[in-house]
């Protein structure tokens, strides 16, 4: 895709409203900052909303940043605003969705291939001798978190081995995430594979694991999801499913500068669907492999 120009902006004032669940969210804040940076160099100023993944907020921040006249909408929806997200497209300024997808709402979607990279991390932890993979992950009706699901069933089944899924509320404490551990542990002797699927879980489960003195990567191989700025300093190092967030950025702000503005909703192209990469660090690698590879994907 060529790159946006940088005067594709008209105007020093514009303003792009960006919406998400928690602006303090590791992986949202660090989206965040991105897509400060590029609406900076492009002539916008980004304003931010939190949601607190609460459907009936959202039309009074819809409400506000309309007076304030945004020029466009970046947004992580959360589940139910679909029609919310219609009358957005009704008044004609794009509306550009990441990390999840509404049906038929009309906007721009743009998302990473989570199931592709779920099944990716489970067969490298296959690749590595592991066999007894489970997959710790949180309830939730969104796309993102259910194509994750999908993926690791899915490579899990095409490598004929048993699936266990562990599922935690977005909200548990500490105590009960430990109590899920501790029963995947006490119930799956063998377990030798580790994949967590949500980020904000991801330094808990590692806190836990060590105190429960689970050599990592010998007795247990460990994937996150997202790349937690801290993974790369965790000992070990955390092998983690990265999505391509520069290139989701470059995607949004193509969306939106070349956007039509339509008087009324059409319907959208299909979502734009990216590659996620995996880097590989030492908490998948066997102890003697650790010193000759330590430096892949650091």
Do not use: W
Not at 19 to 32: C, E, K, N, Q, Y
Not at 197 to 223: C, Y
């Amino acid at each position: 895709m060529p790159p946006i120009s940088e005067n594709n902006a008209s105007g020093p004032g514009k303003l792009i409203a960006m919406l998400v669940d928690h602006v303090s969210d590791p992986f949202f804040a660090g989206f965040a900052r991105r897509i400060d940076r590029r609406a900076r160099s492009l002539g916008y100023k980004l304003v931010f909303g939190s949601t607190e993944n609460d459907i009936s907020f959202m039309p009074k921040l819809i409400s506000v940043f309309n007076n304030m006249n945004v020029a466009g909408y970046i947004i992580a929806p959360p589940q139910g605003v679909e029609p919310d997200l219609k009358k957005l497209t009704h008044r004609g300024s794009p509306v550009v969705l990441f990390d999840r997808f509404a049906m038929d709402a009309g906007p721009y979607s743009i998302l990473a291939d989570n199931f592709r990279g779920a099944y990716d991390a489970v067969a490298h932890l296959v690749q590595t001798g592991r066999r007894h993979i489970a997959l710790v992950t949180v309830t939730s009706g969104q796309k993102r978190v259910a194509d994750r699901t999908k993926g690791y069933e899915a490579a899990m089944h095409s490598h004929s081995l048993p699936a266990a899924v562990i599922e935690l509320s977005p909200a548990a404490s500490i105590a009960e995430v430990t109590t899920a551990l501790q029963a995947l542990l006490r119930e799956n002797k063998k377990l030798d594979g580790l994949l967590f699927a949500d980020s904000s879980l991801g330094l808990t489960i590692l806190g836990i694991l060590r105190q429960h003195k689970k050599s990592i990567p010998d007795s247990l191989a460990v994937i996150g999801f997202d790349d937690n700025e801290n993974f790369q300093f965790f000992a070990p190092a955390i092998t983690a499913v990265v999505q391509p967030l520069d290139e989701i950025v470059e995607n949004i702000f193509h969306c939106i500068s070349g956007h039509p503005q339509e008087k009324t909703a059409t319907k959208r192209k299909a979502p734009i669907v990216l590659p996620t990469r995996m880097v590989i660090r030492s908490s998948t690698l066997k102890t003697k492999a650790v010193f000759s590879l330590a430096a892949t994907g650091n």
